[in-house]
């Protein structure tokens, strides 16, 4: 055969090769005690168990035979679980990757040992890995009976040297299977779960005498992300870059808005390209500051409604979800920490005479809406008023109550209960034209606001527990420097 005719040869082999390889996945799996009986392949989504989701399912014949199929082409690889029927503890780990066709030979009565892998080299070397983390466990807990029996400074100090060193040989393990197996599933995991080491000693500012108390912090979260494979989707089906971002976000990062902005941007921007690491990094982002019980975190989630979900990066949202979003984000921009109150006008209850929230003349004004029949909203007026008495009159607070429900009587009634008919201005919405609930995202009672004198919103949210400290720190931050 010629040379070109050669090469041309091999050319085509390599082409008929690579269309030939498969989608998907194709698992043979036998279990002689476990016959007529379903059995599920589940995978993570970024989260530990118990959160697991179904792949597939199928059914043992009465052999004790069951084949997984799929030439699914957009399958992800990472780590599965083959669960049994029952779903309680008769199940086991595998990795598996696109394309990958094993089979696995078990006996349920000897889960999660005396499983045997063939055509999966990497799956044999899991189980070294699973043994290993057996053998690790067992020596930790050994460890911690040894420490709590020692009864000398010196009996500690010689256990805290083997668990130093029982430490050092997991990492040595883990690092080394990187290097020898460098892009398999488990090599990329590994690396995810590195956390930075801090070198040991004292850390010197610049002039070189005074020690550098945040140096181990900043290094840290500096290091954080080393070795985390953004662009690996893979990871996703794995346990661990919930915790992973979890730490990072809630430990590392100042709950500030602008400082999570831009972490956000920089995890977003690290994981563009992808599908699912994308996907839930920006769900996980957008459900913390949602659920966030530190004050401005909406702000953050409005920053990422409009530069993420409104340019289209929410691609597995249906028009109808994203527009929910969209709502949501409208409904909370007016009103976030640092804008301006949006005006209220509405009648006093008690005078009839017709109140301007942007008119009251105070060094601060807070926002109070309520309804006269909510129960914590009768729990909470009496303390806000206590407070009132004692500590906000004092500091140049006025307060602006908006009733969101019930008739001239019994919004009355209510005020003149608590005291507070006279002293405060009490507003209410007769004939239901104002749109201040909406303005003001009150979607549930009491909500309070303060503002400051030129009625820039400072807090939101809050109740009689908060308003003096926040207060307090405001004006700190405005004491001029001498």
Known sequence: MKKSTLIIAIILFAFFKTLSARDGYHINLKMPDVKDSMVYLVHYYGQGRPHIYLTDSTLFDNKGHAVFDSKRADFTGGIYIVLLKDKSQTNFELILNKGDEISITARRDELPGGIIFKGSPENERFKLYEDFIAGFAAEQKKLEAEFRAASTSSDSAAVRTKAVASSKSRLKYTRDYVKAYPGTILAAVFNAMEVPEVSEGQHLLEDGITKDSTFA????????????????????????????????????????????????????????????????????????????????????????????????????????????????????????????????????????????????????????????????????????????????????????????EGDEKAITDFLVKQGIDKKWTNTWDPDHTSDCRNKYDVYSTPTIYLLDEKKIIRGKRLDHSNVAGLIEMLEKKNIPKL
């Not at 494979?229 to 976000?249: C, G, H, T, W």
């Not at 982002?285 to 401005?296: A, D, F, H, P, Q």
């Open 217 to 404: 912090y900043r290094y840290y979260k500096m290091h954080y992300w080393d070795k985390f494979n953004f662009q690996d989707d893979r990871l996703i089906y794995s346990p661990v870059y919930d915790a992973k971002i979890e730490e990072y976000i809630s430990k590392l990062v100042l709950p500030w808005p602008d400082s999570l902005e831009k972490e956000c941007d920089m995890l977003l921007r690290k994981a563009r390209g992808t599908k699912d690491m994308f996907h839930y990094t920006l769900f996980w982002l957008t459900r913390y500051v949602e659920n966030s019980k530190v004050m401005g975190m909406d702000e953050v989630f409005v920053y990422l409604v409009e530069n993420y979900y409104m340019k289209g990066d929410a691609f597995w949202l249906s028009n109808e979800e994203l527009q929910k979003y969209i709502d949501r984000a409208r409904a909370i921009a007016p009103n976030v920490i640092g804008n301006i109150a949006p005006e209220v006008r509405l009648p006093n209850v008690i005078t009839q005479k017709s109140e301007s929230l942007h008119a009251i003349k105070s060094r601060y004004t807070l926002l109070v809406f309520y309804s006269p029949t909510c129960g914590h909203c009768q729990h909470e007026i009496p303390l806000l008023d206590s407070l009132y008495e004692a500590v906000l009159k004092n500091k140049g607070v006025s307060v602006f109550t908006v009733a969101t």
